[in-house]
């Protein structure tokens, strides 16, 4: 435990620009009051700046809120009137623009409002955290410190933290506590180096890219091609991430480079070519302006030709042989196809990595504490899979060495810079290791922090090379599940199916697995060892039975999903469901019958069979009738059930775990947990608190009121609109108005008494009417062949 | 044939200035209190009238249940402070209410049982939104394919009426555009000043500082719909509302509103008797069913009915007030009679103007007579509209 307990109450956002608002609105999304500021506005309210940056959020995709309460946790203010505010603020974050003397500025001006142990800390891509300190009174300097969120910040992952000389210790431990569990950030800390560690290597990479793909004479299309998730990196590659971050900014970010990086050896690979410079003086910087490096001209895209100047018809992909190399699974192999091939696209490939690994390793002492710090940097502030030590550690180290060493010698690296020492050493086989992680500056291993907040994330993140045995002690384990235990009375499940989808496999080793907690557990927690919680049923492995019209089969596995999902509700221990990524179909009906789903904030929730063609057959739509009708004021059923109605009919998808509490998937009493690698731990706390309450399962509902067959007349009222309005085809007609009989209780009276096996009876009997319909059966087809669902 | 005794006789009729719904001024204000209001404006031109004398109060409201339930007539008689003894019936015929409210009380003058009746109409469409607060249809509406279109919303009627008639989006855009214009023409000549009752709304606000409630009150005279900044362009940016590939949009549909308006009617021996001054006399009533799906049309049906039931010709209607509902069931109708576009709505309508339901047919009663009377104009005027589930109605008045 920390010897203070640190409590942040108020937290203060100074610019109300893209970050500032940004980082407002994740604070916002954490339930943390926030006060906005910026200048006063020289005409009208005098917040209209911060005023309309808020208003600007709900707008912006992807979405900073992840609810639509969030926005009303922030308070728009401005420098003149409402410095005062600071003083109850236990952290105070600035955000302004990148210039040094616009930030030392501001400092004078707020230092005096600081409460005594505020933390203030400013959120800069690159500029000298200590030259900042040195224009603080001492006072504060104990409380300072230089954050770097990356944008988007509600989704990357990455926030670095970068001391300065007199940061206080036990100041940076409270803020990395705040960052990770009550912001959910992977926190790294930086040295005090220019553009810290991430956007120092990151922004190498997309510069020695393009500067590889001039020498190879690779398009810019064919470059995102290859450079996306083709190497396990985002859909936007190297030159859309340029478009998107806007290529004024990117600019901007070579020019710090520039600038203070003066005796770095790749000094001259830092400027901003031609093409770019022209494109930037045209007004053309990207996604913002709609016209950067692509643009866009009714459907057609088409990207510069640099060699030109002019634009041509976008949409060439890398060479077949080529891609064939990347999907070697072995590392070793791959890159040595990449190096061997004449390709010029291989050999671009390979140039790309090697002056990555070739810079990482030439720097890693001057910027980073370790190879690992290097690693998640890239990892969570780029959306690389995999960082690049553990891409050169997996390629051989040697054998890549070995490459390095020639390619350097032979003059085709960017740089003629040797290697250092310890990365030449003849037993080095990596940087990554089960005892720690290698730091080049002080030539140890060093292991993970030992901060207490990581002693919440049970299953954190793994850098290759790094020990990852699976946790805990397995109890029992079939083809569809490993059951497991640390010791603490909870039976952990985690299915092993591709994307956590559920088949019979799954089904058994669940009910095994329920068996075994009732007998010798408190508690069963459903988690996954990473996302998605579960796509939903494996459609898959229905497909046999489905082939030979074995319709009792398909029906006899359907009734099994459904009295698995009502024994995880009536099951004589405490059921939670851990989730995180999508959490589909089946895997949405399984959280909604646990005693509670503890969902990362990133979690995309929906029941969304009718994709295929289906309704929701494991309990989905029972369950939303059932607290419709619990939730239903003066006995009108059919108002607490049309919004649910709505948000199965048209699969609506919750696109946080907070939205899909407003949807109605979770519920209010399921918890959000916003750093997903501590999801466990949370989930076990609160099995365990529901199992130490003395905990019994919910009393049978014995019957319930639904809404009937003028409550479904109702609902297909809208639908016939939406059908004759042309918004929704004949079989989605077909389909809704099945859900509507099935969640209105069948052809019965409004304000029948039902009870719950009645609507799990006609879900399941309307799932087969829907399995046996060919368009139903098309959709299918579709999603297994394409993964698109198809409107027909 | 008809069994009259007697004629009926408007001599007084006013109504509120029309809010916008659900966010316009008259949104807080309940439609009891709006329908007290011009009750009372009403009398008040002809105050030598005993109220005593008034045997009944017809109200039109499309929605009768909620703020505008329990028989809002009755209640509005009574809030007006006229005596016990005046009855007050609430009635419904969708958007035809309000001129069948007129209808009814000056049958009831005209059959000779009756001598003073009051008709008006009260919708709140701010309070109790279109299709009512809870949606209940039968269950035999789904039974059989050909009463799907009971269950049908009146924009995607339209569309299917703008599908048969071949009512261009670019047609439907200028007709709404056209309303506009003469709806701000209106109001900037003050052609509307004699008809409306302006209504001071009361605002209470809680004013947390200092924890009492802060009353202030706001004066609206002026109808909120019709807007100076309506362009072609703006209006054909719209997405299309009732059907994906469609052509109805929120700008060349009626806007949704909140208003009331009251008309006096008495006989010839209550105009002698108090020395009033007739404003017009009440010709006829017509209604005949359409198809549901295509319930626009229906004025094309009630037009030329209501005509030959007062023996004139289409071409003797001087003023036409036809409910804009939709530019799409308006053009329809025009262009199938044939009717002269210069003497249907010269003051805009409903796209403009707004469409509280219920209160409609009344509150364009309204327009009819005092905007005849204006300019200095005699004969014959007509109040139109069609009705949801398929219906047309129409009204003919001659204006003295």
């Given amino acids: 435990m920390s010897q203070t307990k640190f409590i942040v109450r108020k937290v203060a956002v100074l610019g109300a620009g893209v970050m500032g608002a940004q980082i407002a609105a994740h604070l916002a999304n954490a339930r943390v ?169 990151g922004v190498f990479s997309m510069l020695a ?117 990347l999907k070697n699974p072995d590392p070793a192999a791959k890159f040595k196809a990449l190096r061997e091939s004449q390709h010029p696209q291989a050999q671009f490939l390979w140039a790309c990595f090697r002056d990555v690994f070739h ?39 040697q054998q890549v060495v070995g490459w390095i060493k020639e390619d350097v010698e032979a003059g085709r690296a960017l740089s003629s810079a040797a290697l250092p020492a310890w990365a030449l050493a003849a037993d080095r086989s990596g940087v990554h290791f089960a005892e720690g992680s290698f730091d080049a500056a002080g030539g140890r291993l060093v292991g993970r922090s030992t901060l207490d907040v990581y002693s919440r994330q049970l299953a954190p993140a793994r850098v290759l090379g790094e020990k990852s045995a699976p946790l805990g002690d397995t109890v029992f384990e079939n083809d569809g599940v490993r059951a497991f235990t640390t010791g603490d009375d909870v039976l952990v499940v985690s299915f092993k199916s591709k994307a956590h989808a559920i088949g019979p496999d799954v089904l058994e080793g669940l009910n095994t697995a329920l068996d075994i907690a009732e007998e010798r557990f408190k508690a069963l927690v459903i988690w996954q060892t990473e996302e998605p919680f579960s796509v939903g049923a494996d459609l898959q492995s229905m497909m046999p039975a489905f082939m030979m019209g074995d319709w009792d089969s398909i029906e006899s596995m359907v009734r099994r999903f459904q009295d698995t999902s009502m024994r995880l509700r009536y099951s004589p221990v405490p059921t939670v469901a851990a989730t995180q990524g999508y959490v589909f179909g089946g895997g949405c009906e399984f959280a909604m019958h646990v005693d509670r789903a503890v969902a990362a904030l990133e979690s995309y929730v929906g029941l969304v069979e009718v994709g295929v063609g289906l309704l929701p057959g494991g309990g989905g739509c029972k369950e939303f009738a059932l607290r419709a009708s619990q939730q239903a004021k003066g006995g009108d059923v059919l108002a607490s059930l049309k919004d649910y109605f709505m948000a199965v009919a048209m699969a609506k998808v919750g696109t946080s775990a907070i939205e899909t509490q407003e949807i109605g998937y979770f519920r209010p009493t399921d918890v959000v947990v916003f750093n997903a690698y501590e999801l466990l731990y949370v989930a076990k706390q609160q099995a365990l608190a529901l199992a130490e309450s003395g905990y019994r399962p919910p009393l049978k509902v014995k019957s319930f009121p639904v ?52 609507i799990l009876d006609l879900e399941r009997k309307a799932f087969m009417t829907l399995l046996k319909n060919s368009k139903t059966q098309d959709r299918i087809a579709n999603m297994l062949t394409t993964g698109k669902p198809l409107r027909n | 044939m008809t069994k009259q005794v007697q004629e009926a ?61 329990l028989n809002m007539a009755r209640i509005g008689v009574l809030l007006a402070g006229l005596p ?44 109790v939104p279109m299709m009512g607060n809870k949606v209940a249809l039968n269950p035999e509406i789904f039974a059989k394919d050909e009463n799907y279109a009971i269950a049908y919303g009146m924009g995607l009627t339209a569309e299917k009426v703008a599908q048969q008639w071949q009512v261009s989006r670019e047609d439907q855009d200028a007709f709404a555009l056209e309303s506009h214009r003469r709806a701000l023409a209106a109001i900037q000549s003050g052609a509307f000043k004699s008809e409306i009752t302006p209504f001071e709304v009361t605002l209470r606000r809680p004013n947390l500082a200092t924890g009492e409630v802060q009353i202030s009150k706001k004066l609206l005279d002026t109808d909120e719909g019709p807007r100076a900044d309506t362009s072609l362009e703006g209006l054909a940016k719209l997405k299309t509302v009732f059907d994906a590939k469609g052509s109805v949009t929120a700008g060349n549909s009626s806007q949704t509103s909140d208003g009331a308006a009251a008309v006096v009617l008495v006989s010839e021996k209550i105009l002698k008797q108090f020395n009033l001054t007739p404003l ?51 053009l329809a109708v025009i262009r199938d009679l044939e009717l002269d576009t210069t003497v249907i709505n010269p003051h805009g309508g409903a796209i403009a103007l707004g469409h509280p339901l219920g209160a409609t047919g009344a509150i364009r009663t309204a327009t009819l007579v005092h905007g005849m009377r204006n300019q200095g104009k005699q004969g014959y005027g007509m109040v139109t509209m069609c009705i949801g589930t398929g219906m047309g109605a129409a009204g003919i008045l001659e204006i003295l």
């Avoid at chain 1, 009989?741 to 304000?751: K, N």
């Avoid at chain 2, 000056?106 to 003073?116: F, H, K, M, N, S």
């Fill in chain 1, 33 to 201: 009051p926030t006060v906005l500021f910026d200048l006063p506005a020289t005409t009208g309210d005098k917040n209209a700046i911060a005023l309309k940056a808020i208003d600007a959020l709900k707008k912006q995709k992807p979405s900073p809120l992840a609810g639509k309460d969030a926005i009303g946790a922030i308070t728009p203010a401005n420098y003149d009137d409402h410095l005062s505010l600071l003083k109850d603020c236990d952290l105070v974050i600035e955000a302004i623009a990148e210039r040094m003397d616009w930030k030392t500025d501001l400092y004078r001006k707020v230092a005096p409002h600081l409460g005594d142990n505020t933390i203030f800390v400013t959120n800069t891509s690159g500029l000298s955290i200590n030259t900042l300190a040195d224009s603080l009174p001492d006072n504060l300097k104990p409380h300072f410190c230089g954050v770097h969120f990356f944008n988007p910040p509600r989704y990357m992952h990455l926030v670095e933290i970068i001391p300065c000389r007199g940061s206080n210790a036990e100041m940076l431990d409270n803020l990395e506590r705040f960052l990770v569990t009550t912001l959910g950030k992977g926190v790294i800390r930086a040295k005090d180096t220019p553009n810290f560690v991430a956007n120092r290597i």
């Fill in chain 1, 209 to 325: 890219t393009i500067a590889n793909a001039e020498k190879f004479g690779i398009r810019f299309d064919v470059v995102d091609d290859l450079t996306g998730p083709r190497l396990g990196r985002p859909k936007s590659a190297t030159f859309r991430t340029a478009d998107v971050v806007g290529l004024d900014t990117f600019a901007h970010v070579v020019k710090t480079m520039q600038d203070t990086l003066p005796n770095d050896p790749w000094h001259g690979l830092f400027k901003s070519p031609e093409w770019l410079q022209k494109l930037i003086a045209a007004g053309a910087l990207g996604a913002k302006t709609k016209v950067g490096i692509y643009k866009k001209e009714g459907k057609q895209m088409f990207v510069l030709d640099p060699a030109s100047g002019e634009y041509v018809g976008s949409g060439e992909k890398g060479d077949d042989a080529v891609k064939d190399i």
């Fill in chain 1, 359 to 397: 810079y990482i390793a030439v720097h890693l002492a001057d910027i980073a504490h370790s190879a690992r710090d290097v690693d998640f940097a890239i990892r969570w502030g780029f959306g690389w899979s995999v960082g690049p030590f553990e891409t050169w550690q997996s390629a051989g180290w």
């Fill in chain 1, 707 to 758: 809404a009937g067959r003028t409550g479904a007349a109702s609902i297909k009222g809208q639908l016939v609109n939406m059908l004759e309005g042309r918004f929704i085809s004949q079989h989605d007609f077909f389909i809704s108005g099945l859900i509507a009989d099935v969640m209105t209780g069948g052809d019965v009276d409004a304000g029948t008494e039902v009870d719950e096996q009645w």
């Fill in chain 2, 9 to 69: 006789y408007i001599v007084a009729v006013t109504r509120t200035p029309v809010g916008k719904a659900p966010r316009g001024m008259l949104r807080n204000v309940r439609p009891d209190d709006l329908l007290a209001h011009v009750i009372k404006s009403a009398l008040a031109q002809v105050p030598t009238l005993d109220t005593s004398l008034i045997s009944d109060a017809v109200v039109g409201c499309a929605f009768p249940e909620a703020e505008q339930g």
């Fill in chain 2, 84 to 127: 016990d003894t005046v009855g007050g019936v609430t009635i419904n015929r969708y958007c035809s209410s309000g001129i069948n409210a007129v209808q009814i009380a000056a049958d009831r003058i005209r059959l000779g049982e009756a001598d003073v009746v009051i008709a008006g109409g009260a919708e709140s469409m701010s309070m």
């Fill in chain 2, 280 to 330: 017009a006399r009440y010709v006829t009533f017509s209604v005949k069913g359409v198809p549901p799906a295509i319930m626009g049309i229906g004025p094309k049906e009630a037009i030329p009915l209501a005509c030959r039931q007062a023996g004139i010709a289409q071409n003797d209607l001087k003023w036409i007030e036809l409910n804009e509902a939709f530019a799409a069931q308006s």
